[in-house]
Every structure is written in structure tokens, then in C-alpha cells.
Nanobody, 124 residues
């Protein structure tokens, strides 16, 4: 059974930083993409950042230059370093995993496995 557990959310003032973590267990496939998604009240879920088993990455335009996605394969952990946070970044952040390499944040693909989410609140 694949499980993804996020942590690291919280409240921060604009301009601050947070690092989200996602521990993945029970993942049986050799290929993957892992992504961070967010959902704000009244808005559709959007892809934020993704990294795949071929080391390719992708970022939403709104976070380029501010967020960094990385992974520690020894710890089975995905990270999202979020810098220069803005109130518009306030959302529930979810990590997700999929066995299809290369899907990154392509909107036509729905990731297979999801975590429960962690709240990020940025105040002005």
C-alpha cells in the first residue's frame, strides 16, 4: 500500500520561508514522478512543482525562482523549499506520486497516489 505523508506546513509572514517534506512508503515501481500540488479556498487545484526519476523538474510560473523541489532517495522523501512566500501561496499543499515518467505537471495526467495535505498560511 502506497502512503504519502506531508509535514512542514504552518503560518509565516510574507517574505518568509518554509520547507515541506513528504515521506513515501510502499511505492513498488522503479519509475516515478513526484509532485507538489496546492488548493486554495475557492480555487482549483494547481500543480506547483514536480520531479521525476530521470531528474527532470517542472515548476508553475507563479513559483519559479522562489520554490525548489528536491528528493532524498535514501530517505524516500520529497521536499519543497518555499522562499519569498506571498499571501497568494496560502493553500493546502499535497504531495503526489505516479509511476509514469515524464508527466511532471502536465494537466492531462492525474497522479495515482496522494497525501493528506498540509496547510500553508502566509500573512501580509
Amino acid at each position: 500500500q502506497v502512503q504519502l505523508v506531508e509535514s512542514g506546513g504552518g503560518s509565516v509572514q510574507a517574505g518568509g520561508s518554509l520547507r515541506l517534506s513528504c515521506v513515501i512508503s510502499g511505492y513498488p515501481y522503479s519509475t516515478y514522478c513526484m509532485g507538489w500540488f496546492r488548493e486554495a479556498p475557492g480555487k482549483e487545484r494547481e500543480g506547483v512543482a514536480a520531479i521525476c526519476s530521470d531528474s527532470t523538474t517542472s515548476y508553475a510560473d507563479s513559483v519559479k525562482g522562489r520554490f525548489i523541489v528536491s528528493q532524498d532517495n535514501d530517505k524516500n522523501t520529497l521536499y519543497l523549499q518555499m522562499n519569498s512566500l506571498e499571501p497568494e501561496d496560502t493553500a493546502v499543499y499535497y504531495c503526489a506520486a505516479d509511476r509514469r515518467p515524464g508527466i511532471l505537471l502536465l494537466p492531462e495526467y492525474e497522479y495515482d497516489f496522494w497525501g493528506q495535505g498540509t496547510q500553508v498560511t502566509v500573512s501580509s
